[in-house]
């Protein structure tokens, strides 16, 4: 059988979430290639894991890829870890699974623990669309113009940010998306400390002002989209469908006020039929 690279992911926090497919993958390839060996290794001793480890982080990767490749083309297969969590998101590999993919090798995930999505799924916003954004700038005003750009956007934002800069980002998020705007915020999910609230931008800036311990540890925040602007044009549609409908058929009401709103005939019809069906 061909080599095949396995992105495997393993626990953020909590040992006991790593998986037996997970275990039973990282011991039966012939290298793991680790963000870092160092962290990896108590991970790979806990259990029981012998497999030769080998660096593959940020400032290697580019230089690595054509040896891991090479080692997949001979018939080694390989396994990709990060420090936690799942390989890519926001962690190293890409150019790896890249590189893999081109060469026609195999890429099998073997999926686990994210922390991006442990958060979405314990706060409380709406799941059914999101968008992962990874960590804001360092830098202030690239930060300011990034959220500037989203501060429109109606699904569910997710962030991944660091305890020092955590306190600046979040009064940056109050500044440019309203103090009023809902966010989550998880911290050390699945360890000792674990926190999990759900409040605005405004009142979590007061939270981890009064609780320095806030700025410590893996932090993610889940902000809910946009949405006045969003209810405001529905509100507006349903008020003219309304009244056309007073007067005209579903077809013509709903042609007329694509018409005058420019919005998708298709859409102004589907709606047109649901006020109607109410």
């Known amino acids: 059988m061909s080599a095949q690279l396995f992105v495997v992911a393993t626990p ?82 890409f150019k790896l699974v890249r590189a893999a993919q081109e060469h026609g090798i195999r890429v099998i995930p073997v999926p686990g623990a994210c922390a ?14 999101f968008s992962f954004e990874g960590f804001l700038s360092s830098k202030a005003s690239q930060r300011l113009l990034q ?21 600046e980002s979040v009064k940056a998020m109050a500044e440019v998306f309203g103090a009023d705007r809902p966010v989550g915020f998880a911290r050390e999910i699945t360890k000792t400390f674990e926190t999990i609230r759900k409040m605005t931008l405004g009142e979590l800036v007061q939270f981890i002002e009064s609780d320095h311990n806030q700025q410590k540890g893996e932090i993610v925040l889940v902000v809910g989209g946009a949405t006045q ?3 405001m044009e529905q509100e507006k549609l349903d008020q003219l469908l309304k009244r056309l409908l007073q007067d005209l058929s579903v077809k013509a009401a709903s042609q007329l006020a694509a018409d005058l709103t420019g919005i998708k005939k ?13």
């Open 229 to 231: 602007e969003k209810d």
């Open 116 to 129: 991006a999505i442990a958060a979405l799924s314990s706060v409380g916003l709406p799941s059914d669309r």
């Open 266 to 278: 298709k859409i102004a019809y589907q709606r047109a039929l649901e006020l109607t069906a109410d």
């Open 12 to 93: 953020i926090g909590h040992l006991d979430d790593m998986t037996f497919r997970a275990i039973d993958t990282l011991k039966s390839v012939s290298v793991i290639a680790a963000e870092d060996t160092r962290t990896s290794a108590q991970l790979l001793k806990h259990f029981n894991i012998s497999t030769p480890l080998t660096a593959c982080h940020d400032h290697n990767e580019s230089n690595k890829i054509d040896i891991l490749v090479q080692r997949l083309l001979k018939g080694e297969s390989m396994a990709l870890i990060s420090d936690a969590g799942t390989p890519l998101i926001s962690d190293p590999g």
């Open 147 to 167: 959220l500037e750009k989203l501060k429109d956007e109606t699904q569910t934002l997710i962030f991944y940010e660091a305890p020092h800069r955590i306190l």
